[in-house]
């Protein structure tokens, strides 16, 4: 394996983690917000992973958009997730800089959580 594969792995596992912990907010506590901001960082860990494996040079960024973007040149399936990427980019910058607070029902970060799933199986 070479090492950005092995660099992929790690950042897979880290996202993997992060969608585990959406999903027992979500079945657990019934707080949406958290969830969201989770749901978030799962899909820019997998994208910063499926990039860094393709030879990608990691750029600290949270924008899901500019990561798709990136992985569009890659791939054009990724095109479709660009309305996903705008609404957790957008919860996630909310969630960490009240009172900009987005309202986000249970509901809502259910689909989500839904559509994150989607893309990871593209990904892996």
């Keep these: 394996m070479n090492e950005d594969n092995t660099k992929s792995d790690e950042w897979f596992e880290k996202g993997r ?6 999903g027992l907010i979500l ?5 949406p917000d958290p969830a969201a901001m989770l749901l978030q960082q799962t899909m820019e860990k997998y994208l910063k992973g499926f990039l860094i494996g393709k030879g990608w040079k990691l750029i600290k960024t949270h924008n899901l958009k500019y990561l798709l973007d990136e ?19 957008k919860y996630y910058i909310d969630e960490k800089y009240p009172p900009m607070s987005t309202e986000i029902t249970p509901e809502e970060a259910g689909a989500l959580y839904i559509q ?4 990871l199986k593209i990904i892996k």
């Design 116 to 119: 994150v799933g989607e893309l």
């Design 71 to 89: 992985c569009v040149k890659h791939s054009p399936g990724f095109e479709r997730y660009y309305d996903l990427g705008i609404k957790l980019t």
């Design 27 to 31: 079945r657990y506590s019934g707080h």
């Design 17 to 22: 983690r992060d969608l585990e912990a959406a």
